[in-house]
């Protein structure tokens, strides 16, 4: 059990531009969320997957989002036409089926230029 | 709408003192789970304690314990015998059953401690 994992853990990108993170739950972790975290406030929920079901989606998460978690293992979140107010720390936790405790990885900090 | 909300935006504590952060949250469902989260400088998100809320009894975890008044949805931590290694932001947070019977979290917007030597 190596813990939550998620990469890159820094990405600078310019106004406009796309990309993509992704998270690697603990293996045995069937639901699956992210989350946006900026600067001074706490975690806000932008989705969650059970296995590789989206189940739940934010209203912040607008239609530039999207995530995906295909086979139910690992799990990606895009974003489209970046723009300066997407900057923030973008979080994914994972918790085991019947458990109630979530899991963090450490973060994917995003700066638009 | 289910809120948490932390009224305290930053706290220090002397070493080896004790220190108690408050946390309030608002909601009508009756079984439910709250949780403090401590999020030391630019290091991953941990637990620190959870409550379910059909249990009386208070949470405690070696130096770590809350107060949990379900009346008053109230939800404070206390760190005992304070530790530099403590400075962190804390986190609480609650968790709710969505429409569609899944679970999301919902946090406050924390509370920076920091422990003074």
């Known amino acids: 059990d190596t813990g939550v994992s998620q990469d890159p853990r820094h990405k600078i990108t310019k106004r406009g531009q796309n990309v993509t993170f992704r998270c690697d739950p603990i293996s045995e972790h069937n639901r699956l969320y992210w989350y946006r975290q900026t600067l001074g406030q706490g975690p806000e929920f932008l989705t969650y997957f059970q296995n590789e079901a989206q189940l739940e989606k934010s209203r912040l998460l607008s239609d530039r989002f999207s995530a995906e978690r295909p086979k139910g293992s690992f799990s990606t979140l895009e974003i489209q036409r970046t723009e300066q107010g997407d900057s923030a720390m973008y979080l994914c936790?994972?918790?085991?089926?019947?458990?109630?405790?979530?899991?963090f990885g450490p973060g994917t900090r995003l700066t638009v230029l | 709408a289910q809120t948490v909300t932390q009224s305290q935006p930053e706290m220090s504590v002397q070493e080896a003192e004790t220190v108690t952060l408050s946390c309030t949250y608002d909601t009508s469902e009756n079984n439910y789970y709250l949780f403090w989260y401590k999020q030391p400088p630019s290091r991953q998100m941990i637990l620190v304690i959870r409550?379910?809320?059909?249990?009386?009894q208070n949470a405690t975890e070696n130096r770590f314990s809350v107060n949990f008044q379900k009346a008053a949805k109230s939800f404070s931590l206390k760190i005992s015998d304070s530790q530099l290694g403590d400075t962190a932001m804390y986190f609480c947070a609650f968790r709710t059953e969505t429409t569609s019977g899944t679970y999301k979290y919902i946090f406050g917007t924390g509370t920076r401690l920091k422990v003074l030597a």
């Open positions: 936790a994972s918790t085991a089926f019947g458990r109630h405790t979530q899991y």
């Open positions: 409550q379910e809320a059909y249990k009386q």
